[in-house]
């Protein structure tokens, strides 16, 4: 069982950065891939950005060279480092881990989940 606390979000301007963290409890963290999702009011969850336990990344093409995901073993952390945020980029921010490593980029994939933490980006 793996438990995921998501922190780091909040309202920002456009053009701005923020962190995102995903604190994991258990000893296993090192054997998820860990993926970032994002759900925004009337839409469906869509992925973000997922590393895998070799930290070999994938990234959506809406968030590629803005956004950043990486993982601290030592901490059971992965973090989500967002810049030059855009409007659009506004919904709630889930992460998840998953203990096979196919399919990164579908939410069904995953085996757990965090509450998720509010990113709103003004314009």
């Known amino acids: 069982q793996v438990q995921l606390v998501e922190s780091g979000g909040g309202l920002v301007q456009a053009g701005g950065s923020l962190r995102l963290s995903c604190a994991a409890s258990?000893?296993?963290?090192?054997?998820?891939?860990m993926g970032w999702f994002r759900q925004a009011p009337g839409k469906e969850r869509e992925f973000v950005a997922a590393?895998?336990?070799?930290?070999?990344?994938i990234y959506a093409d809406s968030v590629k060279g803005r956004f950043t995901i990486s993982r601290d073993n030592a901490k059971n952390t992965v973090y989500l480092q967002m810049n030059s945020l855009k409007p659009e980029d506004t919904a709630a921010y889930y992460c998840a881990a998953k203990g096979v490593n196919v399919d990164y980029t579908i939410s069904q994939k995953y085996d757990y989940w965090g509450q998720g933490t509010q990113v709103t980006v003004s314009s």
């Open positions: 258990g000893r296993t963290f090192s054997s998820y891939a």
């Open positions: 590393i895998t336990r070799s930290h070999s990344t």
